[in-house]
T-cell receptor, first 113, second 114 residues
Framework: GEDVEQSLFLSVREGDSSVINCTYTDSSSTYLYWYKQEPGAGLQLLTYIFSNMDMKQDQRLTVLLNKKDKHLSLRIADTQTGDSAIYFCAELNYGGSQGNLIFGKGTKLSVKP | NAGVTQTPKFQVLKTGQSMTLQCAQDMNHEYMSWYRQDPGMGLRLIHYSVGAGITDQGEVPNGYNVSRSTTEDFPLRLLSAAPSQTSVYFC?????????????FGSGTRLTVV
């Protein structure tokens, strides 16, 4: 079945780069997503990558996809205190969940001044 | 556009009570779904709908009912609340089930069952 794994916590200093990692198991995934959840709020789509791409860059965000290892990463350059949040990796596939998004448990990013 | 609107934002129920969590979207999205978020568990799919009149179960459907009589609304019903249903509930919608744009989420309903 599908499974999305993430480390639960990451702490960085302001101005450093953050790298949040995710692994997934379903090779039929079509799109992979990164969502951000700030305290008390819903999930906000940050970026997505199609499964036939290796990299996608959007301002301070860089997404890397290693299909062979089923590994996805999100790099945030020049991390700011406003980036403190929980980051969810999610995969979309047509497998056992009938095409719904499957989420990881989320990585809590703490940015220290 | 308001996007996805969930009401209420907070609710406290007694065990055995029933209630309906409301979800409405004004983006003409065909696909809508309900997730629950629990500490250390991430988001788990409860029910989903690919269009008016069509619903299906997700990963954790027990104790919840849904219906989709209009494109805009997708209410979630708890028939007899249990403490295990204490959670934060999120409604999400999308143009289609497999939209490349992912889902748009509401701001959530925080439910406590005592």
């Amino acid at each position: 079945g599908e499974d999305v794994e993430q480390s639960l916590f990451l702490s960085v200093r302001e101005g450093d780069s953050s790298v949040i990692n995710c692994t997934y198991t379903d090779s039929s995934s079509t799109y992979l997503y990164w969502y951000k959840q700030e305290p008390g709020a819903g999930l906000q789509l940050l970026t997505y990558i199609f499964s036939n791409m290796d990299m996608k860059q959007d301002q301070r965000l860089t997404v890397l996809l290693n299909k062979k290892d089923k590994h996805l990463s999100l790099r945030i350059a020049d991390t700011q205190t406003g980036d403190s949040a929980i980051y969810f990796c999610a995969e979309l596939n047509y497998g056992g969940s009938q095409g719904n998004l499957i989420f990881g448990k989320g990585t809590k990013l703490s940015v220290k001044p | 556009n308001a996007g996805v609107t969930q009401t209420p934002k907070f609710q406290v129920l007694k065990t055995g009570q029933s209630m309906t969590l409301q979800c409405a979207q004004d983006m003409n999205h065909e696909y809508m779904s309900w997730y629950r978020q629990d500490p250390g568990m991430g988001l788990r799919l409860i029910h989903y709908s690919v269009g008016a009149g069509i619903t299906d179960q997700g990963e954790v459907p027990n104790g919840y009912n849904v219906s989709r009589s209009t494109t805009e609304d997708f209410p979630l019903r708890l028939l007899s609340a249990a403490p295990s249903q204490t959670s934060v509930y999120f409604c999400a919608s999308s143009y289609s089930q497999a939209s490349r744009w992912g889902y748009t989420f509401g701001s959530g309903t925080r439910l406590t069952v005592v």
